[in-house]
Structure formats: C-alpha cells, structure tokens
C-alpha cells in the first residue's frame, strides 16, 4: 500500500489517483493514449513525452502548436537535467524597432508578436539524447490525427470559439482553424492535413525543415509579407539550451525548476519564505496556512516581475534570490494577521499544455510547451498548419527594465516544468501546472499538499486554488471553505470568488509521484479534458 500519501482526503472530483509501474498524464486523452502507445512499443519516459508534446500540437491548438516554446525536465534515474526550447527574439528587434512603428508596447498578436518558436527544437534535442524510438515514429500519433480528424473535446471546443471571435483577421488563421468559417464544434472531427504534411517532413528531416530548410523559408516569407522581422538567419542561429536546475529545499526534499527565463524561480523563492515560517503547523486548508502562502508568493512575484529576464541580461545572479539570508529578510516582511502591499526585493552578494511520463526504469520527464495566449499570435503559416506563439509580447519597452526587449533576447517565459526529489534524493515527483500566471502559484500549492501534508496526487489537483492577481486581489475557488473565506477578508484580501469550472482561471495540472510501494502514483486535472493513463 501507499501508505505514505493520504487517500481520506475528500474533494469533489469523480477520478482517483491511478497506479502503475508507467504513466503518462496530459491535458488532453489522445495525447495521453499517443505517450502511453510509445512505452507499449518499448519506448521510455521520453519518448512518450514527445509523443504526447507533438500529439497536444495538433489536439490543442487553443494552447500550443509547432509555433511555440518548450521546457522540460528530465529525471535519467539518476540526475535532472534542464532543457530550455523557448526562441529568442529576431535581430532587429530593438525599443527603436517598435518605436518607429507607433507602438509604445510589443503587439499581443500579429508576426511583431512571434519571437523564434523553439519546441520544435525541444522534441528533437530531447529524442537525440533521451530517446529510443526514432522521431518518425514518435510523430506518428500526431500526424494521423492530424490528416484523419479527431473529435474535438468539450474544454478545447469552448476555447477555439473564444479565439475565432478574437483572432479572425489574422493573416491564415481563419483559412487553418475555421475552414468553414466558424469554430468547429465540440465533438465534431477536425483535421488539419497541412500540418499533417509539417510534421511529417520535421520528424524526418529532425527539424531541419524546421529552421534551415523549406518550412524556414515559409515561415520567413509569410512574415516579410506581413510586416515582420524574422529572418532565415534568426531560425537558423536557434538551438534549444541544456542547462542545470535550480532547488530549494522544503518539506525534507527538493523542488526542481528551471533557471530563468522562466517563473520558476518565483516557485522556489515562495517555497524558501515559507520554509522560514514554520509552515506546516497548521491543517493545510486552513486560513493560517492559506494567508502565509498567499503572502509568500505576492513577495516572490513581486521579484519575478521586476527582476527576471533571459539569464544573460538579469542585473542579479538568479542564485541569489535563494540566498538564506535573502529568504530570511523577506519572510520578516509578512504579518501573520493581515494581508499587505508587497514590493520587490535587491538581493545584495553573498493560455499552455503541460504532460509527464514516468517509466518502469525510474525516468520522469516533466515537459510544457505553449504559445503563451491562447493561439497565440493567431498567426498561421499558409499551407503549413503552423501557428506562431505571441511570446515576444512579453517583452517590456522600458530600457531600464530587465525584461526590455533585445535583439536575440529570451523573454521572461511563464511555461515551466517542475520535479522534486525526496529527503534521500530519490525522485518524488514530476509535475506542472498549465494556465499563464497561475503556473509558479500552483506550484507552490502543489508542492505544499503533496511534499507537506502528504496528499495523493489527485487530491492535491482537486484541492481548490487560489491565484493572486495584483496587489491585495486574489482569485479564490468557491470550493474553499466559506468560514476561510471570511477569515481572509477580514485579514484585508480582496478576495474574488469564481467557480472552478471552466478549467482555464486556476490552471491545468498533472502530476506524478512515486509511489513507496513500487511504481507511480498519477493523477490529471479535473478541470480541464485530460486523462491519467498507467500501466
């Protein structure tokens, strides 16, 4: 038995955490079933990671597409490793760039929107080094959807017709996701042949079409024929980053993230506050435990704001934010008994879709790829199927800010993967949380019920969330208890109770843990369209 991880925990959800000596959980079943048909063929975690990453390109376009960025983190069975697949910015892209256009920000859509797409690089750097299966056949699932139709599911259905209404002026959007004219309808079959035929020629040319060859050249022309900078030197000078994770203790283990350009780095300053404040003392839906993690996170955020960008343009070593010292000061700023207005901190020396797999042999990839906003930039290259992420929109024009943008230049990303590790470095966990903003803060309330309190994985996605929104705001799920949300506004929060249904406000999790007694533990978010499969 598990008996490690508390299966009482009562929350309103119809799915159990599933068990088995292999899982794959992504937000979307045919994915899943694409990762999980990779391990029934004796590939591994990676495989069916890939699988699953290039099916969730085609089944949910109203998250990520072969346009977007990745990261993943990879457990070997013995170390993490970093991958970093998000794009840099194109060379011409400078405050003056814009400013020559009238534009006093970066556009939320359109090609000034789409900085280098770099997942496509991700698949493959992870299938060069991980993998065992050929990209051909990891690609496969996601092409036959592609050219045969699949159902379109109920969450991702509601999403697309949002963004038909937003994006239909976008060069080759309406021609790629409303052929007809209109959104397609939930449960009617969609196919998609032209990115049948991208994907096709990316598996076999290991994406060499992709950045150098005839879909580069694609890419480049429908760009410069709408206004863009992007250029065949700018695909061609890509290359997706292996680099070293970043941790913070807590609960007796580890938290794993990414080092910038993503938020990750927000997750782990939260989770070293807290370790200052004797978390866990308190029931872990309780208002005490609630408010600390509140605060917690709003000073985190408030350094991720001000101060995270690429890695190589940060005015801060981003190690330093996880100085004890550092922690300790910051954790001294939060009153037990009331909500507050937080700025950030000066260290001195000293909508996404996200998928995990788990193998039989002890690896865990823990993988997210995005276009940031929904479709994205709501750009589609004619003929190909493929849709631009809008993730330079996160660039800032303020030179004196972190964040300003910069000829070849990553943005601060807010897709991350997480991992944990337990007391005696074992793996413990691989997991994610889908949805913008939302994503270090479910983290932290991920890593809290699963590391903390010690709830099984489903438990811990059906628990309900709270997402701060700025200032003394914070969304709240009207499944919290109502004498905690009478509490918290006594304390100052200004709370916004919404309903948790809807699958998109407190994001999209998944998450897989080890489980003590052999094999995994896995569970899938219920509120969103996906499914947790093991075998």
């Known amino acids: 038995m598990s008996e490690n991880y508390d299966f009482n925990v009562a929350y309103p959800t119809l799915r159990p955490s599933m068990m088995g000596a292999n899982a794959v959980c992504a937000s979307q079943p045919l994915a899943a079933q694409a990762g999980m ?26 998250g990520n ?13 013995k170390k993490a490793h970093g991958l970093n697949a998000s794009g840099r910015s194109p060379a011409a892209w400078t405050p003056e760039y814009f400013a020559e256009k009238g534009l006093d920000t970066v556009p939320t859509y359109g090609w000034d929107a789409v900085t280098v797409p770099g997942a496509v690089s991700g698949w493959v750097a992870m299938a060069k080094r991980f993998g065992t299966l050929p990209l051909t056949t990891l690609a496969q699932p996601a092409i036959d959807y592609a050219r045969n139709g699949f159902p379109v599911s109920p969450l991702i259905g509601r999403l697309w017709e949002i963004a038909v209404k937003k994006l239909h002026s976008q060069p080759g959007f309406m021609e790629c996701f409303a052929p007809e004219g209109r959104a397609p309808k939930i449960g009617e079959i969609f196919r998609n042949p ?42 061609a000078n890509h290359k997706a980053d292996w680099v070293e994770t970043m941790q913070q203790s807590f609960a007796g283990g580890s938290v794993h993230e990414l080092p910038p350009n993503g938020q990750g780095i927000a997750t782990l300053i939260a989770l070293g506050i807290l370790d200052k404040l004797d978390i866990g003392s308190q029931p872990v ?10 605060e917690a996170m709003k000073l985190a955020l408030a350094d991720l704001d001000q101060h995270v ?21 910051r954790a001294k700023l939060i009153d037990r008994t009331k909500a507050s207005d937080v700025t950030y901190g000066a260290p001195r020396p000293g909508g996404t879709v996200y998928l995990t797999a788990a193998d039989s042999s002890g690896m865990m990839v823990s993988f997210i790829q995005s276009n940031y906003m929904g479709f994205g930039s709501g750009v589609v290259v004619p003929g190909t199927g493929l849709s631009m992420q809008n993730r330079g929109c996160g660039f800032t024009l303020d030179p004196t800010h972190a964040n300003c943008v910069a000829p070849n230049k990553r ?44 709830q099984n994985p489903q438990a811990a996605i059906d628990a309900p969330r709270w997402r701060i929104n ?45 489980n003590p007694a052999g094999g995994y533990l896995a569970g899938t978010e219920s509120r969103k369209d996906g499914q947790a499969l093991v075998m």
Request: aromatic fraction near 6%.
């Open 411 to 454: 943005t601060l990303h807010t897709i991350i993967p997480a991992f944990a590790q337990d007391a005696d470095g074992k793996p413990l966990m691989s997991f994610g949380l889908m949805g913008g903003p939302m994503q270090a803060q479910g983290h932290l309330q991920l890593a809290l019920r699963v590391m903390l309190y010690k």
């Open 37 to 62: 048909k990779m391990l029934m063929l004796g590939g591994n975690a990676a495989d069916a990671a890939i699988a699953t990453a290039i099916a969730l390109n085609v089944l949910e376009p109203s």
């Open 285 to 294: 839906d309780s208002v005490e435990t609630t408010h600390l993690c509140i």
């Open 309 to 329: 960008t690429d890695s190589e343009h940060m005015f801060f070593d981003p190690q330093m934010f996880l100085n004890d010292d550092y922690l300790a000061e």
């Open 194 to 235: 032209a990115l049948a035929d991208s994907l096709e020629l990316i598996a076999k040319t290991e994406g060499e079409a992709f950045y150098r060859g005839e879909l580069a050249e694609k890419m480049v022309a429908h760009c410069q024929a709408n206004g863009g900078a992007l250029t065949l030197d700018d695909l």
């Open 470 to 514: 700025g200032g003394r705001q914070v969304a709240i799920e009207s499944t919290f208890n109502h004498n905690t949300l009478a509490a918290l506004r006594a304390m100052g929060h200004e709370l916004i109770v919404e309903d948790p249904l809807g699958g998109h406000s407190f994001g999209g999790a998944q998450v897989i843990v080890t």
């Open 65 to 77: 597409g072969a346009g977007s960025d990745a990261f993943a983190i990879i457990w070997d069975g």
